[in-house]
């Protein structure tokens, strides 16, 4: 009697300490085997097992003590028809169950008891404790299960909802980690919290470097006029009065690389309405901002360029018709000559115009033949040595050039515009080469010139729409910057490349493969 009173007060004692420890346990695998190899251990079994609801509503052994782990997957029998009921157990069959189990398992199973863990009547999974000797479970062992089995089915549901959101923030991370967007989380003094990768990209500071530091420091924002935004207007003062705001400027890299952002801060209150983060998704505006000047210069640029020669050819037209003038012959050929070269420069303007248009919209139809390209290349500089004075144009090809499958007059542009940016851009003259070299899959055909050249760092940009180098030179002379881009888009229609090597200084030279039919 003595024996049973102590067996039952050290299940008591038990049973306290160990819900202790259970509900202050939150990692699932962890706890799962603790509940099993307590429940083992004063129900004085050898073995049990835990197993829990899926969402497939079939259940799964999540921990096992006494079990070898091959041999779980033989215990669906005891998991599968199970009674919701605590009422109902045990299962009238349970022993049938036990045996076909233990003969598979190889394991001698001779008691169970089980149970199912419930919460609020819903079935979240099944404990069972076996033993090996035939001492059969008394009611006082099911009724110490039962009571053990709804504490561990608190800390089991408080272990599973701690696991669930755990991911869920695991989640909600990767997707701020991984927006393309910056994502900036700040505290309620301005204090970085939480940076992601694209922001870290932007702004050169990681973002273990970044956390902790003032919003200002790491988000050298500077508007237009260079002011320093972050600093000036703290977000949080602004989003006091507004709720939100909206910041544009420039993050300057601790590198000096410059991206053109706008910035939506947000603020994030609590249940009793206290500012806790501020949340800044920053949206890179380079591309858009880029766009715009683009368009800004290409509109005053095309006007200007386009003022000049109409603006020669009314002078020049109205001053012949003058009714009270005589013009000798000289002077009527001379603007005449005028008239025909502004129309001409007008007609290119408009050409070149048209065709960037067309491109921009991929409608760039080639139309293919075999070029002489020695011949086409020939008759283009003949064109450009009746203006060119200054320099000397020569050609280079070797005599056993072959037909290239091209568009004659796209590729005769290509030309025109690579021999009049030569001359154009080496005003004092010098030599101008055209030429080309025979590949076995492709041919390989320059312009080059000995005028000034082009800083290595503009060369990459020469062939985008509208860009001109932003040299005294390339200012006080004529053109709009499409000449390259048309050239690059006629050169990449042929399935070819186009290029530059320039060293400042000892002038340029453009270079451009053309491929060759295959036999
Ligand atoms: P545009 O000549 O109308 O400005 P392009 O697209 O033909 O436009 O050329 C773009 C820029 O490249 C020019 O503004 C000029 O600064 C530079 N460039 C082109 N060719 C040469 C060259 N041969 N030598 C030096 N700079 C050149």
């Known amino acids: 009697m003595a024996y049973v009173q102590d067996y039952l007060q050290r299940q008591r004692d038990y049973l306290l300490s160990i819900s202790r420890a259970m509900t202050a346990r939150l990692d699932l695998p962890s706890l799962l085997q603790l509940i099993i190899s307590k429940a083992v251990e004063m129900l004085r079994g050898e073995a049990g097992l835990i197993a829990l609801q899926g969402r497939d509503g079939s259940f ?25 009921q605590r009422t109902h157990w045990p299962m009238p069959d349970l022993y049938t169950r036990l045996r076909l189990v233990a003969a598979s398992a190889g394991i001698n199973l001779r008691q169970v008891v089980g149970l199912p863990l419930t919460l609020d009547d819903r079935l979240i999974g099944l404990i069972y404790v076996f033993r090996t000797h035939d001492t059969a479970f008394s009611a006082d062992d099911r009724q110490v299960l039962s009571s053990f089995a709804d504490q561990a089915a608190i800390a089991v549901r408080n272990a599973t909802l701690y696991q669930q959101l755990a991911e869920e923030k695991r989640r909600v991370e990767a997707i701020i980690e991984n927006s393309a967007d910056g994502v900036l989380i700040l505290d309620a ?22 956390h902790g530091q003032p919003c200002w420091r790491v988000i050298a924002l500077r508007n237009a006029q260079g002011i320093h935004l972050c600093e000036t207007e703290c977000p949080l003062r602004a989003l006091q009065n507004e709720g939100k705001l909206q910041i544009e400027g420039d993050i300057i890299r601790t590198d000096g690389h410059r991206t053109s952002v706008s910035i939506t801060y947000s603020p994030l209150y609590d249940n009793e309405g206290t500012l806790v983060n501020i949340i800044g998704n920053v949206h890179d505006v380079t591309r858009f901002r880029e766009a715009e000047e683009m368009k800004a210069m290409f509109i005053s640029v095309i006007s200007h360029e386009l003022k000049t020669p109409v603006a020669l050819i009314k002078g020049y037209a109205s001053t012949l018709r003058r009714e009270d003038a005589h013009w000798d012959e000289n002077t009527v050929r001379e603007s005449l000559e005028i008239i025909e070269e502004e129309s001409d420069r007008l007609h290119h303007l408009i050409n070149n115009l048209l065709e960037a248009s067309r491109i921009q919209a991929g409608m760039l139809k080639l139309e293919l033949s075999d070029v002489a390209i020695p011949k086409l290349a020939a008759k283009t500089v003949g064109r450009f040595r009746v203006q060119a004075t200054k320099h000397d144009l020569q050609l280079d090809f070797p005599e056993d050039f072959p037909p290239v499958l091209a568009d004659e007059e796209r590729l005769q542009e290509v030309f025109s515009n690579l021999i009049s940016n030569a001359i154009k851009y080496s005003p004092e003259g010098g030599t101008i080469r055209v030429g080309g070299r025979v590949y076995p899959d492709y041919v390989e055909l320059y312009v080059s010139d000995t005028g ?10 020469l062939f985008e729409p509208f860009y ?31 290029w530059v090597e320039s060293t400042p200084g000892q002038g340029a030279t453009f270079r451009f493969t053309l491929p060759l039919r295959q036999p």
Do not use: Y
């Open 189 to 210: 003094q301005c204090r970085i919290e939480i940076m992601n990768r694209a922001l870290a990209e932007m702004t050169g500071w990681t973002a273990e470097q970044a």
């Open 452 to 461: 000034p050249g082009i800083p290595l760092e503009k060369q990459s940009r």
């Open 468 to 498: 001109r180098v932003d040299s005294g030179l390339g200012r006080r002379t004529q053109g709009v910057g499409l000449g390259l881009f048309l050239c690059k888009a006629i050169v990449e229609g042929h399935g070819g490349r186009i």
């Open 60 to 84: 799964h052994v999540r921990a096992s003590i006494g079990l070898p782990p091959s041999t779980l997957q033989l215990f669906a029998p005891l998991l599968t028809d199970i009674p919701l």
